[in-house]
């Protein structure tokens, strides 16, 4: 079928064209695009690189037919896009071998490459630095290299190309014209993605399947996007996958993002120093008892910090059922300043049934024991050293300290 689409063919649909296609529907309907590994076969790498992304894709043979199993690419840096043909399509194998480790790690591997002149890289003495470095991390792999032609290593040469193929659109969609040279295959591919983006002068825009529209970034720009996404004054010094999709909520796409999300926040300074934001400080979701909403709060301090406006306190209050959080800044922790903030507290969201706090002085006594009675509040002590008691609190005292130290430093 794929004759059909070459330049100065007759478009004849004949019985092998009708019987491909019933074929075709057939695998893309009822076969699994992915498998699960079967530990007594062995495995197979497809491995291939360009010049601007290595790809690889791990899979199996299943009655002479490759299925495959995992897929994998990335972009090279600038350092690395300076290598060698030699050294890149070697590249591509190490970083195949360092992605699939779990699979291939005691296991038998055949390794298809493109590229003739690996197959006998591994006996060379003589190689560069680099070259002998990654021969040595690959001698605890049990692999043999077969030559394969760049036509019969497709999957893994597309994976390689992304970056081309994002070039290749816009000058489409500009000038209406291909890069000379492209393979038949490839082409065909581009034909079929292309009819999801569109050009307004002067950017390329990307439909996705659900209908939302997202502005193509590269270069420079993407990275300033991502950098704001992830510590702008909305950011939050995210993990790399929720950083990804705080740009696509923004309406911005470009192909390596999940890549280039995972090396800001590696690089990120105040990340690495403090960790990232899990999802247990964000929003802590174990119940401490059945109780209705606003029925009970956990009331406590934060502080002494350094002095803000006056205020050198946080007084934090968290409803153990919704989780809802209220904070205050204070300039002191006192029986006044806690009974003040109860009272407005009450006034928005009700008398409560109960409030559990530490053993505090500020807590403790007369002032707050007083209103506690004129509201009908039962007021229940977490266990002396045991924090745990009020748990809730502490969990968003940490939290909130977490965001303090990314927003203060």
Same mark, same amino acid.
């Given at each position: 079928m794929t004759h059909l689409l070459e330049k100065d063919t007759l478009f004849i649909f004949s019985k092998d064209c009708i019987q491909a296609f019933q074929t075709l529907k057939k695998k893309l309907t009822e076969a699994p695009i992915l498998i699960a590994p079967n530990w007594d076969l062995p495995f197979e790498l497809m491995c291939d690189a360009s010049d601007f992304a290595i790809g690889a894709i791990l899979g199996q043979r299943h009655e002479k037919h490759f299925l495959p199993i995992h897929y994998a690419s990335k972009t090279l840096t600038d350092a690395e896009s300076n290598y060698t043909m030699t050294e890149k399509e070697m590249l591509a194998i190490v970083y195949a071998f360092e992605k699939f480790r779990s699979y291939l790690i005691m296991n038998k591997c055949i390794v298809h490459t493109d590229h003739f002149a690996l197959k006998y890289l591994f006996a060379k003495k003589d190689a560069k630095a680099r070259l002998l470095r990654w021969v040595l991390l690959l001698q605890k792999f049990d692999f043999a290299v077969i030559d394969t032609?760049?036509?019969e290593n497709l999957a893994a040469d597309h994976l390689s190309r992304l970056e081309i193929r994002m070039k290749t659109l816009c000058k489409y969609h500009t000038g209406n014209f291909l890069i000379k040279g492209m393979p038949t295959q490839l082409k065909n591919k581009f034909f079929e993605d292309v009819k999801h983006y569109f050009w307004v002068d002067p950017f390329l825009f990307k439909i996705y399947a659900d209908q939302m529209i997202r502005r193509c970034v590269h270069g420079k720009e993407a990275l300033d996007i991502l950098e704001a996404c992830h510590n702008g004054p909305t950011g939050g010094h995210h993990g790399a996958n929720l950083t990804a999709k705080k740009v696509f909520d923004a309406g911005f796409f470009w192909p390596t993002i999940y890549k280039d999300a995972h090396e800001l926040? =590696?690089?990120c300074d105040s990340c690495q120093r403090q960790g990232k934001i899990l999802?247990?400080?964000?929003?802590?979701q174990?119940?401490?008892?059945?109780?209705e909403i606003?029925?009970?709060w956990g009331i406590d301090f934060m502080g002494p910090f350094s002095s803000s406006r006056g205020n050198k306190y946080i007084l934090v209050a968290v409803n153990y059922l919704s989780k809802w959080v209220e904070a205050k800044a204070v300039p002191t922790n006192d029986a006044r300043v806690?009974?003040?903030f109860l009272k407005s507290l009450f006034a928005r969201f009700g008398a409560t049934r109960?409030?559990?706090s530490d053993r505090g002085t500020h807590f403790c006594n007369d002032q707050f024991e007083k209103v506690m009675r =004129?509201?009908?509040v039962t007021h229940r002590l977490s266990t002396a050293y045991h924090p745990q008691t009020s748990g809730q609190v502490e969990v968003t005292n940490r939290g909130l300290k977490r965001f303090l130290e990314r927003a203060i430093g």
């Open positions: 032609k760049g036509a926040v =590696k690089k999802q247990h400080d964000e929003m802590p174990n119940s401490i008892q059945i109780c606003f029925d009970v806690v009974c003040k109960a409030i559990i =004129k509201y009908g």
